[in-house]
């Protein structure tokens, strides 16, 4: 892999873990389940007009905009207002890597080789680190296992997606967004109510909503389009087995500029716990000489949007 593609790939995991920042400064504004459909209507209007629809069996685009869409950032978006912080929800959502590796064994029958299973062991025991510190934290253990259904829910869009096997993964990823908007809106209207809604908007007409709209955008045009299109490039040229190790700088980076933007100091054992997860997600979804995972936790045809 050439220093300039390993570059675009770094580029692209501090893209994908700033857009943490940006979604904390959206949900200053706007409630979770509001957010989240705003962004996937921000980028479903241009999907629809210029973006083919991939030649795919319509139940796994639909499966694929459940699980990595609805269900993946309704449950992120609701842990971040509820408390979880933006520097650990970046390395909670990692669960989806081992979320992944164990479905695709239980519901495709893909091998779970000895490697994989400990890597899992190892990322689930980091996750009980993290998840013990936030038993003492003001918002409880709540925002961390709503964080943990978000991995779990991008985990079922990751099979979702391997099933629908799209000859053109960027496509996919694209129109997977069509399918959130309606529902997350529907919820939206049950859950935070006319009133909160109309609230939220009337106040995003106000200077003080900018940080929430420049949120939104960058998580739209950045983190999306910008960084999934350099990813799915770098994907279709080497074994993802390879690039995909790349996404543990994810974490790193959003714990890193919570810290530095948002004040979020992370416990030494959340840090211990971190470092037990990324360690446990790289040696499960990587083979000795680079060679791909057969339950690879980031598959060619997974494309992140936005993280």
């Given amino acids: 892999m050439p220093i300039r593609h390993r570059l675009l790939a770094v580029v692209v995991a501090v893209l ?6 940006a979604i904390h400064a959206s949900l200053e504004i706007f409630p979770p389940f509001l957010c989240s459909a705003l962004r996937f209507t921000l980028m479903a209007i241009p999907t629809i007009l210029f973006v083919p629809r991939p030649q795919v069996p319509t139940r796994w685009l639909v499966g694929y905009g459940i ?4 269900l993946q950032f309704a449950f992120l978006y609701l842990a971040m207002d509820a408390g979880m912080p933006t520097g650990l929800a970046s390395l909670v959502l990692q669960s989806s890597a081992p979320f992944t590796v164990v479905l695709g ?11 994989a299973a400990s890597g899992v062991a190892v990322a689930a025991l980091g996750m009980a680190v993290v998840g013990s510190q936030r038993l003492d934290a003001e918002a409880g253990l709540l925002p961390f296992v709503l964080t943990l259904m978000a ?12 099933l629908a096997a799209a ?15 309606v529902p997350m809106l529907v919820l939206s209207l049950l859950v935070e109510g006319p009133e909160r809604i109309g609230t939220a908007l009337a106040d995003s ?11 939104l955008a960058y998580t739209t045009v950045l983190a999306t389009l910008v960084g999934s299109g350099i990813w799915t490039w770098l994907m279709a040229r080497h074994p993802s087995g390879t690039v995909a190790p790349f996404s543990m700088l994810v974490p790193v980076t959003g714990l890193a500029l919570a810290w530095l933007l948002l004040d979020e100091v992370p416990a030494p054992l959340e840090l211990v716990g971190g470092a037990l ?19 690879d936790p980031v598959p060619d045809a997974a494309v992140p949007v936005g993280r």
Avoid: C, Y
């Fill in 16 to 21: 994908w873990g700033a857009n943490f920042v």
């Fill in 67 to 70: 699980g990595f869409g609805i």
């Fill in 105 to 115: 064994a239980v519901l495709l029958g893909e091998r779970l080789s000895g490697r």
């Fill in 151 to 162: 991995g779990l829910g991008w985990a079922f869009g990751n099979l979702a997606s391997r």
């Fill in 167 to 181: 000859p053109k993964p960027l496509h996919l990823t694209m129109w997977m967004t069509v399918i959130p908007p």
């Fill in 205 to 215: 007409l106000s200077t003080a909503a900018i940080p929430a709209w420049l949120g």
């Fill in 277 to 295: 997860v990324v360690g446990g997600v790289l040696w499960a979804s990587t083979r000795r000489h680079s060679a791909p995972l057969a339950a």
